[in-house]
């Protein structure tokens, strides 16, 4: 009998020998990928389900959707609609009051389109897998954060819009209009 089990096999690699760092090193990598792995269960699940969340696309993917037009722009409207619905409001939706307005009618704002919808291409590329394990939080700090303070500002696109859960209001306030020709005194009038 060998002395030891690699002597009866002696094309085996030698056992590999790893400090307690390595071996957590490895457990928290482990974890990730079982994360991962299970977060693609998911949505293979909600695919076969026929009842899919917006797939996201590889970065640099798609239009933003202030330059889209007709059918193009219903088509990413109804993508983001279902984003909205599904993840951004059951999540980050916080109460509605004067000092954070919200308005369930939100696709009729344009900024508010605007705004949600770079803030959902920003969610596409920062949950992809080449965006690390730190990619959603960069997410949270670099663009939910800042998105939601300005959509629900007091003075933001809902301003005019429900400030209480249970009197709902609507009402777009119209933009600026432009201007024709040079701001008065700017020098640019005639002589």
Known sequence: ????????????????????TEVEELAATVARLTART???????????????????APPGAG???VSLRGSAYDQELTGLTAWVNEVLLPVY??????????CPWWPEHPEAVARLHGLWMA????????????????????????????????????????????????????PPLPQDGPPPGSGGGTA
């Open 1 to 20: 009998m060998p002395d030891r089990p690699h002597d009866e096999f002696p094309d085996l690699p030698e056992p590999i020998r790893l400090s307690d």
């Open 38 to 56: 299970s977060a693609h269960d998911q949505l293979l699940d909600r695919l076969a389900a026929d009842d899919p969340l917006p797939l996201p």
């Open 63 to 65: 239009s933003y959707i």
């Open 93 to 102: 939706g916080r109460e509605i009051s004067t000092q954070a307005p919200w």
């Open 123 to 174: 969610w596409k590329q920062h949950i992809a897998p080449d965006a690390g394990p730190s990619g959603p939080a960069v997410w949270h700090r670099d663009f939910l954060d800042h998105t939601m303070v300005q959509l629900r500002s007091p003075n933001g696109p809902f301003a005019a819009c429900m400030t209480h859960p249970k009197r709902p209001a609507h009402r777009v306030l119209p």
